[in-house]
C-alpha cells in the first residue's frame, strides 16, 4: 500500500481490484437466498424413515438431486442420513486422504464420505451417475456428468478401506437421461394393475417379489442422442 498525500492509496501487485474499486452497495431486502435453497433441498420431501441407516455425502450429484434421494431411499425403508455441511475438518479429511489429484469437489466428496463412515453409518449411497435429462432442450437430448464424478465410486475404493468400517458402499450406474420407455412401461404396469410377478418382461428394472429382488434384462441404451 503507498498512500500519498491528500490522494487516495495505491496498492502494488493489486490483481483483482479489490482495493482498487469502491464499490456502493445498496442494501436491500430480500430473503436468504441460500436459506431458502437449503430449506427446498431438505424439507420438500420431509417423511423420514424407520429402517436401516444410509448415508449419503452432501456434494455433487447427491446434493443437487437430495430430495430425489431422500424420497427414493425413504420409500424402499431406509432411514436417510445425510452428511454434515461442509466445514474445515470435512475438507481436510477429503484433501489429506485421496489418492489421486482431482478437483476441490471431489476432494470435498471423500471428505463427506468419510464423515459418514466415523458416525457409524454402515451403508452409503454413492451412484455412478452417468447423464441427465437436458433441462434447456437444444440438440442434444441429454447431458453427460463429468468423468470424475461418474467415477467417484470406484475412485474412493483406492482410499477409503470400508471393510475397516463394517460398511459398504452401494453404486449402482445411473442413466437418467435414458429412462423414459422403462418409466412409461412400469407406471403402465402399476397403473393397470399388472400383478408384480408380470413385470418380468420390463426391461431395465428391478424390483423385490415376496421375499426375493428380481433384476430384469438391461435395456440397450439410446444409440442416436439427437
Known amino acids: 500500500r503507498v498512500t500519498v498525500e491528500q490522494?487516495?492509496?495505491?496498492?502494488?501487485?493489486?490483481?483483482?481490484?479489490?482495493?482498487?474499486?469502491?464499490?456502493?452497495?445498496?442494501?436491500?431486502?430480500?430473503?436468504?437466498l441460500f436459506k431458502v435453497r437449503d430449506d427446498l433441498l431438505y424439507n420438500v420431501y420431509n417423511r423420514e424413515g424407520t429402517g436401516e441407516p444410509i448415508g449419503i455425502p452432501m456434494v455433487l450429484y447427491m446434493h443437487e438431486?437430495?430430495?430425489?434421494?431422500?424420497?427414493f431411499?425413504?420409500?424402499?425403508?431406509?432411514q436417510v442420513v445425510p452428511s454434515e455441511r461442509t466445514n474445515k475438518k470435512v475438507i481436510r479429511g477429503g484433501i489429506e486422504t485421496i489418492i489421486v489429484e482431482?478437483?476441490?469437489?471431489?476432494?470435498?466428496?471423500?471428505?463427506?464420505?468419510?464423515?459418514?463412515l466415523t458416525s457409524g453409518v454402515k451403508n452409503i449411497c454413492l451412484?455412478?451417475?452417468?447423464?441427465?435429462?437436458?433441462?434447456?432442450?437444444g440438440q442434444s437430448s441429454n447431458t453427460f456428468a463429468c468423468p470424475y464424478a461418474q467415477s467417484l465410486p470406484y475412485t474412493v475404493r483406492g482410499s477409503v478401506n470400508f471393510?475397516?468400517?463394517?460398511?459398504?458402499?452401494?453404486?449402482?450406474?445411473?442413466?437418467?437421461?435414458?429412462?423414459?420407455?422403462?418409466a412409461c412401461e412400469l407406471t403402465g404396469a402399476v397403473d393397470g394393475g399388472t400383478p408384480r410377478h408380470a413385470w418380468s418382461r420390463i426391461r431395465g428394472i428391478a424390483y423385490r417379489d415376496g421375499s426375493k429382488v428380481v433384476r430384469n434384462e438391461d435395456r440397450p441404451f439410446i444409440t442416436d442422442l439427437d
Not at 65 to 71: D, G
Open 7 to 32: 490522494e487516495s492509496p495505491l496498492f502494488y501487485g493489486s490483481r483483482c481490484e479489490k482495493y482498487d474499486v469502491v464499490r456502493l452497495t445498496e442494501k436491500k431486502d430480500i430473503d436468504d
Open 163 to 182: 471393510e475397516m468400517y463394517g460398511a459398504r458402499l452401494l453404486s449402482p450406474v445411473i442413466h437418467f437421461g435414458e429412462g423414459e420407455e422403462t
Open 65 to 71: 438431486l437430495f430430495p430425489f434421494w431422500k424420497a
Open 127 to 137: 451412484p455412478s451417475l452417468i447423464n441427465l435429462k437436458s433441462a434447456h432442450g
Open 73 to 78: 431411499l425413504t420409500e424402499l425403508g431406509y
Open 102 to 116: 482431482t478437483c476441490f469437489p471431489v476432494k470435498l466428496a471423500q471428505g463427506h464420505l468419510l464423515t459418514l
